[in-house]
């Protein structure tokens, strides 16, 4: 049998998802502002001295934060090879969660080294590494000192990376990844409509979509 469609991250969210964001495939989107008024003056012969003069700036500004990640800031932009996503959601007794999702392959390179990287960092600030295992994924979690309310969490997926601050928000986005819930945020009502009068408005899906729940 064919492989299910990996679901798209408003149906990985409870309906109550206070904040989200989406880029629906992200390399579409670099490849398309070089068709913006200001991608094309960046690529203007007069324009373009500036604008590398300006990145080269940034690249030497972020260069602390290379040299503990290991990637340019050329190379963090393009981790991103399909969907890239930010919500953020509420759970009981606690403050809401933080989640992000990004799509790579499995065997990116840049999203391996940005991984160890970012664990090397987390192990020498003296937080401590667990694991735990849930449908068959495992979820690395890292906590600050003996304390269990300061945590990253970060999961690797069918090409996907989840990072997170909350287990129980994982917990529920991987129960909704197998198929355990079909209320999702993708049938909100309030976002449903929104979804429609996009679609409607561009002419095509969106490459970006926003949703704040007014509500909660």
């Not at 690249?59 to 991103?80: Q, S």
């Not at 429609?196 to 926003?210: M, Q």
Request: charged share 25%; hydrophobic share 45%; net charge negative.
């Amino acid at each position: 049998p064919a492989k299910a469609t990996r679901p798209e991250l408003a149906r990985l969210l409870p309906p109550e998802t206070l904040a989200y964001v989406r880029v629906a495939n992200a390399p579409e989107v670099r490849a398309e502002f070089w068709q913006t008024s200001s991608g094309r003056m960046a690529q203007d012969p007069q324009f373009k001295p500036l604008w590398d003069q300006m990145f080269a700036a940034v690249e030497k500004a972020f260069e602390p934060v290379r040299d503990k990640l290991g990637l340019t800031v050329a190379e963090l932009l393009e981790l991103p090879r399909g969907e890239l996503g930010f919500a953020v959601v509420p759970v009981t007794g606690a403050p809401p969660a933080l989640l992000l999702l990004l799509e790579a392959p499995d065997d990116d390179r840049n999203v391996a080294t940005f991984i160890e990287r970012s664990r090397a960092l987390l192990t020498e600030s003296q937080w401590i590494e667990e694991s735990e295992t849930v449908d068959d994924t495992v979820l690395h979690m890292f906590r600050r000192g003996t304390g269990k309310t300061e945590r990253l969490i970060y999961v690797r997926r069918e090409n996907v990376l989840l990072i997170g601050n909350n287990v129980d928000a994982f917990k529920h986005l991987l129960g909704l990844w197998s198929g355990g819930d079909v209320n999702t945020l993708a049938d909100q009502p309030a976002f449903v409509n929104l979804e429609r009068l996009i679609g409607k408005a561009e002419g095509k899906p969106a490459h970006i979509t926003w949703f704040v729940d007014p509500i909660n």
